[in-house]
């Protein structure tokens, strides 16, 4: 975003997603009103010194540890818990186990999953090729032998083939080793799919391992031991949390929107927020 086109224009105020801009160039935008929506992927690791010169900024976070963080420093934060939409309960193949791989970063890539599903006995694991810009993932080889059937395919930008796929797979990979909001796992648990994933934020906000999904450590990992059974049970409570988060956050939303407002005049963002929100929902 070129935020010298929002400099000067006299905004009420300015919501920044996703990217923490540096605080000089905050400072040319002349709004008194300033909310920043970081991502704990991009902005968990960024340091105290970093952060407190934030002090005028109101902060909305989707991040437990990221929030408590900022809290810890006496900056303003605000906390919500983001569901996407819950579809129809997927029927799944009465046969096989079937997983999806989505690796996106090379932090977390076929090196790692190849190790963490060893000893998952799928009928097959599908993964996608489809990096995070700039990102080279290790794939599986050519020819690779594993202890299942391995198919990699190339990622077709069509969402509804996507959520079709996802409907077919009893077991989904986490792309990323941390998240910021974490659509690709959240959809999959409002899906009823099993989530595997490392043991980080925001992945680790939403799941208990063994209950509503499985964590692992990314830095050491070792072989899961999951049943076709296991796998089904655990997509089922994945579901259901699923329906009680959407529940929770639709009740929250306008908690939300009063935190975007920032103390800007009554509805002033609240219309063209709310038609970002049902967009964001139908990606």
């Not at 919500?80 to 799944?92: H, T």
């Not at 090729?129 to 069509?158: H, Y």
């Not at 009823?192 to 209950?211: F, H, K, Q, R």
């Not at 509503?212 to 049970?233: I, K, M, Y």
Request: proline share 7%; aromatic share 10%.
């Amino acid at each position: 975003m070129d935020l010298d086109a929002v400099a000067g224009k006299a905004y009420d105020v300015v919501v920044l997603f996703q990217v923490c801009y540096r605080f000089d160039s905050l400072a040319r935008l002349g709004c008194e009103k300033i909310v920043m929506i970081p991502m704990f992927d991009a902005s968990g690791e960024l340091d105290a010194r970093f952060f407190l010169r934030y002090a005028a900024v109101r902060f909305v976070n989707f991040s437990r540890a990221l929030h408590a963080k900022l809290k810890r420093l006496g900056l303003r934060s605000s906390l919500f818990r983001y569901f996407p939409p819950v579809p129809e309960a997927p029927r799944l193949p009465h046969s096989g186990f079937v997983g999806l791989a989505w690796p996106r970063t090379e932090a977390l890539d076929w090196r790692t999953l190849r190790i963490v599903a060893r000893n998952i006995s799928l009928t097959e694991l599908r993964v996608r090729d489809a990096p995070d810009p700039g990102q080279r993932p290790a794939l599986p080889a050519l020819g690779e032998t594993a202890s299942f059937p391995v198919r990699v395919s190339r990622w077709a930008d069509d969402a509804q083939a996507y959520r079709k796929e996802l409907s077919e797979c009893h077991v989904v990979f986490a792309p990323r080793r941390r998240e910021g909001l974490g659509l690709t796992f959240l959809e999959a648990m409002a899906a009823g799919t099993c989530v595997i994933a490392p043991d980080a934020p925001t992945m680790n906000e939403y799941i208990l391992s063994g209950s509503n999904g499985v964590l692992f450590d990314a830095d050491r990992p070792t072989p899961l031991a999951l049943s076709r059974e296991e796998a089904l049970e655990i997509g089922q409570a994945a579901r259901e949390s699923a329906v009680r988060g959407r529940s929770e956050w639709l009740a929250t939303v306008p908690r939300f929107l009063e935190a975007l407002d920032a103390g800007a005049g009554p509805g002033v963002l609240r219309h063209g927020v709310s038609r970002a929100l049902a967009r964001w929902d139908r990606r």
